[in-house]
């Protein structure tokens, strides 16, 4: 599966963005669904995850009650609504996917290329 991420960009502290990942192929309904994140200097980090079905969704402690995943079989995309964003948010943001149900910040087999948000206060 290739994975394009898209939604990216400059807001202020307090704002929302919505993050898109369009993925092909015509298996996206079998794939675990997982948002990272890498600052400048730091190492990658999980930011959320969604079940095959969108029934489960986990979060980073970080983001928790800030940040919504969900997906949309249909239209082959996950997405990551931030809302209250923080500096603390900045980094570039990738989507990855993976066929294992097990551990779902973990052993993602595809990733997306990225896209850049960046949070000024």
């Known amino acids: 599966v290739q994975l394009q991420a898209s939604g990216g960009g400059l807001v202020q502290t307090g704002d929302s963005l919505r993050l898109s990942c369009a993925a092909s192929g015509r298996t996206f309904s079998t794939y675990v669904m997982g948002w990272f994140r890498q600052a400048p200097g730091k190492e990658r980090e999980f930011v959320g995850g969604?079940?095959?079905?969108?029934?489960?969704?986990y979060y980073a402690g970080s983001v928790k009650g800030r940040f919504i995943i969900s997906r949309d079989n249909a239209k082959n995309t996950v997405y990551l609504q931030m809302n209250s964003l923080k500096p603390e948010d900045t980094a570039v943001y990738y989507c990855?996917?993976?066929?294992?149900?097990?551990?779902?910040?973990?052993?993602?087999?595809?990733w997306g290329q990225g896209t850049q948000v960046t949070v000024s206060s």
């Open positions: 969604i079940s095959r079905d969108g029934g489960n969704r």
């Open positions: 990855a996917a993976k066929t294992s149900i097990v551990g779902v910040s973990t052993n993602y087999d595809y």
